[in-house]
């Protein structure tokens, strides 16, 4: 019993099916990667899990309680988190006020009305932000605006903004989409540390193969809206349905 | 002091002297001299400067803050002005209850209006907000009329009840007893400086109620609007519920729009339902956006700039004009005052649009950056002084998405 299981999930958009039957169960404390080529349902899934949509067919447990028909943020508090495929901060905040709301949400719940405390004295939230901060070497930019930073450095504060909430389940979309080849290696460097310091699942929708293959421990490859083939990398590899599925008719030529 | 670090009790220090010597700042040219009717230091012009300052500060929390942009603040101000004047029919001249009350029923009208106009955000929240006003307007001058007199505007009458006042009560607005229209008048050296009860009832609200919007924009809860204003979506992912957040910023602004519509009410007891129109919601908000919006006081500066602007530049009038070009050739001077007209008098909402218009495309953060800009002229490289975002003018004003 994995800690996200994902039973016979379908939807359809009008006449696309985008996820036929989808099934899928993301063991505790693994990196499991979904690919598939374009179109194939892998960011309706995740849509799916975390909220934004529902499903027409089917049950998505998580921890053993559904996660259908609950909003984003409830689904947060559940222990869910999500790193967008373009980096989602508060642009108009300090890099460290980015990373004390995620402190915040988690000390407080969904909605507090904390009007007459003083942000400069919540020094248990500092510390704590300013601690992630360090774990991410972004420390020495902790009061530079956010929207400033670099691409890549964005996409290192989502990950410590996730991190900070300390979620169970961690949600990637495409985490290195239009990466250069070097911001794309740290981001790799930075998961590998993620998954071998912490108890964290993480389920990543990835496109670069050569993410995929230095993070993963399970892979599921989609396609057409319906899981082919579940397999450690390894296997996944040489698997000639996946060929087929990225390749498609040329392949088989 | 007062939950407050250094830096923000000497502002808060200067906040309060500025507001204290008011009746100096604005009176600022000796009586009979050819500037005097510049002088802005009379009691009704003070009065509407600290009272508007209110209904900005109040503003700014909403659109400041989370970048929600409501043009239906007035009638939150309108339902204050009718609920204060109906309790000094009712129960008593003595402000206190007015108030009180003006801040519970906006606060209830904030909370109505909020729930359903915050389902949309936007330009539909802005729509929606609108036509709440405009609703209130047309409920209150006709539908209403019962509660509202209609046309003519709720007044005070001599056979009001007034269960709370004994024989002997004074027949004026007054706070226990002091009346809200006294003045002392003080000369010296030719300048006349006015001490009004009023204005300075109104001045120490409008600093409490600066205080609180410190507070506020200090709090984690201010750091969440302005998480809200910066991306909603990133909010929700973080296990935040925007909706509250907004709401709860919609009704604090709302009850300080009934605050400064129950202190209108107090310093003259009438309450009319052009108090409503959306104009005035309109008003608020080229105040603060003029001032600076999401800063702490530039809405107060806007709002004083303004009436101060409004009132004088309604002043003037031809007799005026042809006073100050006399000296010019008469074809010359007849040419001036032609061009000059249409931006005084009873076309001063003329003048009030370029000056917008100038402010928003050359100074986008308001008379704040301005301030900011010369002091930097002044100031070589003010480093160190540790950067508050708060004090930033924010880019340019924009609505939340």
Redesign the interface.
């Known amino acids: 019993m994995g800690i996200l299981e994902v039973k016979n999930v379908g939807k359809r958009f009008g006449g696309l099916q985008a996820l036929g039957n989808v099934n899928l169960s993301v063991a505790e404390n693994t990196v499991h990667a979904i690919i598939g080529p374009n179109g194939a349902g892998k960011s309706t899934l995740l849509n799916v899990l ?1 909220g934004k949509l529902i499903p027409d067919t089917g049950s998505v447990m998580f921890d053993g309680q559904s996660v259908l028909g609950r ?3 409830e689904i ?2 559940m222990g869910i ?2 790193v ?1 495929q373009t980096p ?7 890099v460290l ?1 980015n990373v ?3 402190c ?3 000390r ?13 004295q ?1 020094r248990d939230i500092i510390d704590e932000a300013e601690h992630i901060l360090n774990d991410v070497n972004m420390l020495d930019k902790r ?1 530079m605006h956010a929207a400033s930073l670099s691409r890549g450095d964005k996409r290192r504060l989502e990950m410590a ?1 996730c991190l900070v ?1 300390k979620p169970r389940l961690l949600l990637l979309d495409e985490p290195t989409a239009g990466m250069a080849r070097a911001d794309t290696n740290n981001t790799i460097d930075l998961l590998k540390h993620i998954r071998d310091t912490r108890d964290i699942t993480m389920a990543i929708i990835e496109h670069d193969m050569h993410v995929v293959f230095s993070l993963a421990e399970r892979i599921t490859v989609l396609a057409q809206g319906t899981p082919l083939v579940e397999d450690t990398p390894e296997n996944i590899k040489g698997h000639p349905k996946v060929k087929e599925a990225y390749l498609g008719e040329q392949a088989q030529e | 002091m007062l939950g407050l670090n250094k830096r923000d009790t000497r502002f808060l220090i200067i906040v309060i002297l500025l507001t204290a010597f008011t009746p100096f700042l604005m009176q600022p040219f000796p009586e009979g001299s050819a500037m005097a009717q510049f002088n802005g230091g009379y009691p009704d012009l003070m009065q509407r400067v600290a009272i508007f300052g209110i209904f900005a500060i109040g503003f700014n929390i909403l659109f400041g803050l989370t970048g929600y942009l409501s043009f239906g603040h007035a009638a939150f101000l309108g339902v204050g002005s009718y609920s204060a004047v109906w309790m000094m029919k009712l129960l008593s001249m003595n402000i206190i209850p007015g108030i009180i009350l003006a801040m519970i029923m906006s606060g209830l009208f904030a909370l109505l209006i909020g729930w359903i106009s915050l389902r949309r955000s936007g330009i539909y929240f802005s729509i929606l907000t609108l036509a709440f006003a405009q609703m209130s307007y047309n409920l209150a001058y006709s539908v209403l009329t019962p509660l509202t007199n209609g046309e003519t505007g709720l007044q005070i009458r001599p056979n009001d009840p007034r269960i709370l006042d004994g024989e002997n009560a004074s027949p004026y607005t007054n706070l226990f007893g002091l009346d809200m229209s006294a003045s002392y008048k003080w000369e010296v050296f030719g300048h006349q400086f006015t001490f009004n009860t009023g204005f300075y009832v109104c001045a120490v609200i409008a600093v409490i109620a600066f205080y609180i919007s410190l507070r506020i924009f200090r709090s984690p809860f201010g750091m969440m609007l302005r998480a809200v204003k910066s991306n909603q979506q990133r909010m929700s992912y973080t296990g935040l519920n925007p909706r509250p957040y907004t709401l709860a910023a919609f009704v604090i602004s709302g009850m300080y729009a009934g605050l400064a519509g129950g202190l209108l009410a107090s310093m003259d007891p009438l309450a009319g339902a052009e108090r409503m129109q959306w104009t005035v919601g309109g008003e608020v908000v080229i105040m603060t956006i003029l001032g600076g919006a999401g800063t702490l006081l530039g809405p107060v500066l806007g709002a004083g700039a303004i009436k101060y602007l409004e009132n004088i530049f309604s002043k003037i009038n031809d007799t005026v004009l042809h006073g100050w070009f006399s000296a010019l050739p008469d074809g010359m001077e007849d040419f001036l005052v032609m061009i000059i007209h249409p931006f005084v008098g009873k076309g001063w909402h003329l003048t009030l649009g370029l000056l917008f218009m100038l402010v928003v495309t050359f100074l986008p953060g308001g008379l704040v950056e301005g301030g900011k800009r010369i002091m930097g002229l002044f100031k070589r490289k003010p480093k160190g002084e540790g950067d508050d975002p708060e004090h930033h003018p924010q880019s340019t004003p924009h609505v939340a998405e």
Do not use: Y
């Not at chain 1, 989602?88 to 300090?94: K, T, Y």
């Open positions: 975390v909003k984003p943020h947060n508090q988190s999500r967008f989602e901060i508060f642009g108009d905040l300090s006020e004390m709301i995620p915040f949400a988690r407080d719940g969904s909605f507090r009305m904390h009007a007459f405390e003083t942000v400069s919540e009061d903004m909430q």
